[in-house]
């Protein structure tokens, strides 16, 4: 095993910024609010909670000690731990590794929305008094090239911090972004609370009404879990094989997970009573954060600082998923074909550029490319975060629950006690596969 010459994680506090980097996102800030507003708000955090305790943790265990009982990546780790090679394990962890370059595409957009709306509200345009409508400027901006300009500018940055490494690029960048993030959003939350509509926003996310939970609302909560937990498909792997051999995986994926969900909550708790104040719809879609909160921060005082603080925090929360996005792919190309960093990198942004240009140009000249009404965009969001995302999942859970040597498994989960190792790999054996599948069948053909 590689074991040796394989960068770690440095600090304890290294692996919890790096873990919760990956974690914290898009996905909690803009994706969270838009999807909880199209699925009827409490109902949706309700369920989605319960499969981030009852699935998401035990896979996330599952995802990081894969990595660091094999020091490898997700395709290497398949063919290291299972018995004979796993000819056909390691499919899956390609299907992982291509579910990366997938969802970075997208992904890099809506970050590169966030850059051009934090350089708008630094130049004050954004909250300008003569702006009337937020909906013609969002889609004024994402139907033009300029999108795709702050998309590559975004991949650049990304780009250059990956090349510096896990220590000095990774580790380093989570260690001040993601302490600067919780104060961000603790201010963003205050502001949010004291605003009119602040009790009827309170009540669409935390007074679940149940009459609205149907298949389809498990199977995106299910998603959602999965995107914001960075799970299924081997980023934690990845990550896991720079944990130090001493670090607590249950307790990591433990702290990991809360921390994840907090945050989702608080950007609900900004984003919905601003919403309800301003007599907005919460189901508006991708949309949402981008097109409400600039007309909310017109209104207020000091709006403009507000702004840029806000698009500042998405930006960095994005920057840290980004890269953990990008490792993905970085560490299968280095340990696989065996290239250099530098290389590694070019390779896999240079795909993932390639990618993202048209996931950019969905919203103006490809907006007419559509295939059942989703633009290429959509499709990469839906395909990835409600079907590679969940079946990577649930082969991840079958994988080391049922083929990964039990010692292995019990190893790496110490020194959790002996009923919490007991009940992950329970939950990984039966809960896991078994839930994943009967949300997938029900939605087909429910
Ligand atoms: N979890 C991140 C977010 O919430 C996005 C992300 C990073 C991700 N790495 C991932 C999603 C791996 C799925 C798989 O924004």
């Known amino acids: 095993m590689k074991e040796d010459n394989r960068p ?22 803009w994706r969270f609010p838009y999807e909880a507003g199209a699925h009827g708000g409490g109902a949706f955090l309700a369920v989605n909670i319960l499969c981030v305790l009852l699935i998401g943790i035990p896979v996330v265990c599952a995802e990081f000690l894969m990595g660091r009982s094999s020091r490898r990546n997700i395709f290497g780790a398949m063919s290291a731990l299972a018995p004979k090679g796993g000819r056909w394990w390691r499919f899956a962890g390609m299907l992982g590794v ?13 970050a590169g929305w966030t850059l ?27 139907a033009g090239w300029r999108c795709v300009f702050w998309t590559v500018v975004l991949l650049a940055v990304n780009t250059v911090i990956v090349l510096r490494g896990v220590q000095k690029g990774i580790e380093k960048v989570s260690n001040w972004m993601m302490p600067l993030l919780f104060v961000l959003l603790v201010m963003m939350a205050v502001n949010s609370l004291i605003l009119p509509g602040a009790k009827e926003g309170l009540s669409f996310l935390f007074c679940p009404d149940f009459s609205h939970v149907d298949s389809s609302t498990v199977l995106s909560a299910l998603g959602q879990a999965f995107f914001s937990l960075s799970v299924g498909l081997g980023t934690l792997t990845v990550y896991g094989s720079y ?35 301003f007599g907005m719809e919460p189901a508006a879609g991708p949309q949402l954060v981008f097109e409400v909160l600039p007309d909310i921060f017109r209104q207020m005082t000091g709006g403009g600082i507000w702004a840029a603080l806000f698009f500042l925090l998405l930006l960095i929360a994005s920057l840290t998923s980004t890269i953990s996005l990008s490792e993905t792919g970085v560490a299968f190309c280095v340990e696989h074909w065996n290239l250099g960093r530098g290389k590694a990198v070019a390779l896999t942004l240079g795909i993932v550029t390639f990618f993202a240009i048209f996931c950019a ?17 959509d499709i990469f969001d839906y395909v990835t975060s409600n079907i590679f995302l969940p ?15 039990r ?13 919490i190792r007991r009940s ?23």
């Open 8 to 29: 770690k994680f440095t600090t304890k506090f290294g692996v919890i910024a790096a873990t919760v980097g990956s974690a914290v996102g898009l996905g909690n800030i």
């Open 98 to 110: 291509v579910s990366g370059t997938l969802i970075l595409s997208f992904y890099a957009v809506v």
């Open 116 to 142: 051009e709306y934090l350089f708008q509200s630094v130049t004050g345009n954004l909250t300008a008094p003569d702006v009337r409508d937020s909906h013609a400027e969002f889609m004024g901006f994402t």
């Open 243 to 277: 944990f130090p051999s001493r670090t607590k995986i249950v307790k990591s994926a433990s702290i990991m997970a809360g921390l994840d969900t907090m945050v989702a909550i608080v950007a609900g708790v900004i984003i919905f009573p601003a919403v309800f104040s």
């Open 361 to 377: 140009l969905s919203f103006g000249p490809l907006s007419g490319a559509t295939l059942w009404g989703m633009t290429v965009f």
């Open 391 to 405: 079946v990577g999942g649930m082969l991840v859970s079958i994988f080391v629950g049922w083929i990964v040597d």
């Open 407 to 419: 010692a292995t498994v019990d190893r790496e989960l110490r020194p959790a006690s002996r009923f």
């Open 424 to 446: 992950v790999i329970f939950l990984l054996r039966y809960v896991c596969p078994v839930a994943i599948l009967a949300v997938f069948l029900n939605n087909l053909f429910g």
